[in-house]
């Protein structure tokens, strides 16, 4: 059974800085790339991140460009999201996905996601 699951989040103030991570399980994903998504409320899944199993190249959402930082070993089955300079906007519920076929920033080239982890920024 393929799981993936989310932690880290929590409530920080603006400004401040938090570590997500998200550890897979019931299948190897060392090849596949894998991605970072948010959902605020009352709006629709955004793409933030992802990152290739080839040489870890790294594709984020602007919003995000030069505060987060995705990453991933293989060996432990586990990717992170570094996220720094937090701001109100980025308040959501952050989910770890697989990717399996399309662009890397649209939800529906995902077939495997976590449950996701809240993330609260206080101004």
């Known amino acids: 059974q393929v799981q993936l699951v989310e932690s880290g989040g929590g409530l920080v103030q603006a400004g401040g800085s938090l570590r997500l991570s998200c550890a897979t399980s019931?299948?190897?994903?060392?090849?596949?790339?894998m991605g970072w998504f948010r959902q605020a409320p009352g709006k629709g899944r955004e793409f933030v991140a992802a990152?290739?199993?080839?040489?870890?190249?790294?594709y984020y959402a602007d919003s995000v460009k030069g505060r987060f930082t995705i990453t991933r070993d293989n060996t432990k089955s586990m990717m992170y999201l570094q996220m720094n300079s937090l701001k109100p906007e980025d308040t959501a519920v952050y989910s770890c996905?697989?990717?399996?076929?399309?662009?890397?920033?649209?939800?529906?080239?995902?077939?495997?996601w976590g449950q996701g982890t809240q993330v609260t920024v206080s101004s």
């Open positions: 996905a697989v990717h399996y076929a399309g662009s890397y920033y649209a939800t529906t080239s995902y077939n495997y």
């Open positions: 019931g299948r190897t994903f060392s090849r596949d790339t």
């Open positions: 990152i290739t199993w080839i040489g870890g190249t790294a």
